[in-house]
């Protein structure tokens, strides 16, 4: 069964703590994206990925992290110093990242993040 | 500064009457056009990708149009049920870019 999978689905963090988003992909995809969803806005991006051991910020990486040590995995660190993280967390992967004219990207089902 | 504009922000329509939603771009140089779907809580679901020339692809009841010229894009959906109640989002991507750029997407509500 191929696809995306993110967990947990619903996460709740204590102000001043650190917490870390699992994305992991069996499509064989190079590229990997972290996007942001908050009610009324579009998705933003964090963070992206094209190759392993390679990544590059995106509109709002500020008190985000990531690391790319597996072409599977693409896991998110939401840092204490992120101001605003209760949010809808989306990872998504493409075959050779979003530069092709027919690429397409494929979401997982998301992680709701909750700061109280 | 690259900008996707959808039309309406939310869109209520009885069962198994059609529909029309807008996306309007500043995208530029245009490489490809994506319509998803998103269903409340879940990720975003792709329903087509156009191309500079290609001017209308269709999914089942679902039919996109692309007018490269005006930068106007529109989602077509046909005898309308009561699962396509969700968001539908317009993603433009530019020329050698890996950053798209997505509009804030359209509430479609079916009702029966």
Known sequence: DGGITQSPKYLFRKEGQNVTLSCEQNLNHDAMYWYRQDPGQGLRLIYYSQIVNDFQKGDIAEGYSVSREKKESFPLTVTSAQKNPTAFYLCASSKEGLAGPTDTQYFGPGTRLTVL | ????????????????????????????????????????????????????????????????????????????ITASQLSDSASYICVVSEKGSYIPTFGRGTSLIVHP
Not at chain 2, 26 to 45: A, E, H, I, M
Request: proline fraction near 4%; glycine fraction near 6%.
């Open chain 2, 1 to 76: 500064k690259n900008q996707v504009e959808q039309s309406p922000q939310s869109l209520i329509i009885l069962e198994g009457k059609n529909c029309t939603l807008q996306c309007n771009y500043t995208v530029s140089p245009f490489s490809n056009l994506r319509w998803y779907k998103q269903d409340t809580g879940r990720g975003p679901v792709s329903l087509t990708i156009m191309t500079f020339s290609e001017n209308t692809k269709s999914n089942g009841r679902y039919t996109a149009t692309l007018d490269a010229d005006t930068k106007q894009s529109s989602l077509h």
